[in-house]
């Protein structure tokens, strides 16, 4: 993902499972962002770091 505006904010987003099997949105240094559930907190959160406005 890549901030248009701002082409030094971006990042790659990965998919993982869990120990438990649950999959969850993911920055490619590992750390999760919110659960596939969730896509209103990972839309949110991704906006937030990416600085993007909110649609």
């Known amino acids: ?3 248009p505006l701002a ?3 971006n990042d790659d987003l990965t998919l993982r499972r869990d120990q ?3 999959c969850w949105f ?3 240094f590992g750390d999760r962002i919110a ?3 969730n896509l209103d907190i990972a ?3 991704i906006t937030q770091v990416l600085g993007c ?3």
């Open 43 to 45: 839309t949110a959160r």
């Open 26 to 28: 993911c920055w490619s």
């Open 7 to 9: 082409p030094p904010l």
């Open 1 to 3: 993902m890549v901030n």
């Open 35 to 37: 659960h596939v559930d």
């Open 20 to 22: 438990a099997g649950l």
């Open 53 to 55: 406005p909110e649609p």
